[in-house]
């Protein structure tokens, strides 16, 4: 994948297709947060959310998960936008996050929980790394639009598609996430949710 595909025309596109939606994701993942937290941000993908909460929140640890080849590209461009001290680089699955149980204050995801077979398997293990009070955010492209319906076909049995919203308040609920609240914006869907504190 080229850098003018992540960085260039095709990404500028998608920005502008889902600027409402990637403005409401940040703000949910950064609200309250202040000081040395710890963010994770699976998916990472480019860095796009990487880079704008790590702009955001000067002394947060971001660590980005995915893949080899997605993480070195991430990591040339952090070291351009000179963020390399404040990215973790971790290359695992959103199966298996391999970090600490209760490691974490904000998990986030956007665009991957529709590619995912086993999507309640991930949301499972970004709670699982959350510390208590600790929060969920996943971002994805809506089910019931018609943008999400070709997206869900072009995807077809091997992932799960876009998402409607009772379908991503159910994941979140049986996932054991307190405090859910899914909103859509534009052609995006979010889900947020707390990981409950011990009494």
Request: hydrophobic residues 40%; charged residues 25%; negative net charge.
């Amino acid at each position: 994948m080229s850098a003018w595909f992540v960085y260039g025309p095709p990404a500028k596109l998608q920005a502008g297709l889902f600027r409402d939606r990637d403005s409401r994701v940040i703000d949910a993942a950064t609200a309250g947060l202040e000081g040395r937290v710890t963010v994770l941000d699976v998916g990472a993908g480019w860095g796009f959310l990487s880079f704008t909460i790590a702009e955001r929140l000067r002394d947060a640890r971001i660590i980005c998960l995915d893949s080899e080849f997605m993480l070195r590209r991430l990591c040339q461009e952090a070291e351009k936008r000179g963020l390399s001290d404040r990215l973790q680089p971790l290359e695992a699955s959103a199966y298996q996050i391999k970090l600490d149980e209760d490691s974490v204050d904000v998990a986030v995801c956007q665009d991957v929980f529709h590619e995912l077979k086993r999507p309640a398997e991930a949301l499972n293990e970004m709670v699982r790394v959350l510390r208590p009070g600790g929060r969920a955010v996943v971002a994805d492209m809506r089910g019931d639009t018609l943008f999400g319906r070709l997206n869900g076909a072009h995807h077809g049995r091997g992932s799960h598609g876009s998402w409607r919203p009772q379908e991503l308040e159910d994941l979140f609920r049986s996932a054991g996430l307190q405090d859910v609240r899914v909103t859509t914006a534009g052609l995006g869907i979010i889900g947020v949710g707390v990981k409950e504190a011990p009494a």
